[in-house]
């Protein structure tokens, strides 16, 4: 059985830091892309950043250059470093696990594993 956690969440002001990390476990083998999701009240679940078991990152245009993915293979651990945050960043943050031979993808359903989620929040 697959489970995803993720951890790190918390209270910031603005231009705040966080670090975000998850950690997959049951999974069939290595080599799973990774990424991360947020959701804010009365919004749509929306990608922020992907990345594949070569390490290869793509972010969300509202997050470029504030944040960075990074993963650890050999414990498919994920993290998400985020810098200069803002208000409009408070979210409940969701790490997945893409569907086998997905990477690269910024919609939920091509991730077949999902967290329970972990909430950011950044005050003014």
């Known amino acids: 059985q697959v489970q995803v956690v993720e951890s790190g969440g918390g209270s910031v002001q603005t231009g705040g830091s966080l670090r975000l990390s998850c950690v997959a476990s049951?999974?069939?083998?290595?080599?799973?892309?990774m990424g991360w999701f947020r959701q804010a009240p009365g919004k749509e679940r929306e990608f922020v950043s992907t990345i594949n078991s070569e390490s290869s990152a793509l972010y969300a245009n509202s997050v470029k250059g504030r944040f960075t993915i990074t993963r650890d293979n050999a414990e498919d651990r994920a993290y998400l470093h985020m810098n200069n945050l803002n208000v409009d960043d408070t979210a409940v943050y969701y790490c997945?696990?893409?569907?086998?031979?997905?990477?690269?993808?910024?919609?939920?359903?091509?991730?077949?594993?999902w967290g329970q989620g972990t909430q950011v929040t950044v005050s003014s």
């Open positions: 049951g999974l069939a083998g290595p080599g799973y892309a």
């Open positions: 997945a696990v893409a569907r086998p031979f997905y990477s690269g993808s910024t919609i939920p359903s091509m991730y077949a594993y």
